[in-house]
């Protein structure tokens, strides 16, 4: 008879306990539930357009990441100039330095990134005056700094080569009043570039680049515009 009186309170007991367990529970969901609604990362209806990396192109065609990538003058870019004083090869001698002045503008997405009449400053990467009967002098210029402002751009170009001539080698007929600087990966042209001796002067077999030459150099590696 006693076992038959302690199966009800052992079951009332149970019964209180899995109600108190049930309302831990859900005061436990509860909590978790505001927690998360104040830790919610919803982004608000059109919030998606603020973030750079979702903007679409701009006008013109070019993307904001594109624009931040292209801040380099690309290699390519021409750098024209004019000496200020004239160069011979029986006078230059390897790292020497020469100073000319920009003949045209350095443009950069349409705009001016240095002005005409910019100083710009060159070496000669080699020379070699002429030696009778036969051996004509040579040449080569190379472009190392822009000063645009107050700052001075290192730059890094390709070369000018230039070859005088003689009696057993060929000659040009005129002078070109504009050269251009050949790649470093190509073989030494000399005719091509020459300088012809001014009528009524002796050829006296050395290159000469006069200040009436247009020279035009290429970037060889490319040039930060943001500094």
Do not use: W
Not at 37 to 53: K, M
Not at 152 to 171: C, D, E, M, P
């Amino acid at each position: 008879m006693a076992s038959q009186q302690d199966t009800p309170i052992t079951t009332a007991r149970q019964v209180r306990l899995l109600a108190v367990g049930l309302i831990f529970v859900l005061a436990l969901a509860t909590a978790c539930s505001r927690q998360s609604g104040g830790l919610s990362l919803t982004l608000p209806t059109g919030a998606t357009h603020d973030l750079p990396f979702n903007r679409g192109s701009e006008e013109g065609g070019i993307s904001p990441t594109q624009a931040l990538a292209s801040s380099s003058l690309p290699v390519g870019t021409a750098i024209v100039v004019r000496l200020t004083s004239p160069l011979s090869s029986a006078e230059s001698r390897a790292g020497d330095t020469f100073e000319a002045v920009l003949d045209e503008p350095i443009l950069f997405q349409g705009q001016v990134l240095v002005q005409r009449g910019a100083q710009v400053r060159g070496r000669v990467a080699a020379a070699k005056s002429s030696a009778p009967p036969n051996h004509a002098g040579y040449l080569r210029l190379t472009l190392s700094s822009i000063i645009n402002n107050r700052d001075t751009l290192q730059v890094h170009t390709s070369s000018i080569f230039a070859k005088g001539s003689s009696r057993k080698l060929s000659r040009v007929s005129t002078t070109k009043d504009e050269v251009t600087a050949s790649d470093d990966s190509r073989l030494l042209r000399a005719n091509d570039v020459s300088s012809a001796p001014e009528p009524g002067t002796p050829d006296d077999g050395d290159a000469k680049f006069s200040t009436a030459q247009r020279l035009i150099f290429r970037l060889l590696r490319p040039l930060p515009t943001e500094r």
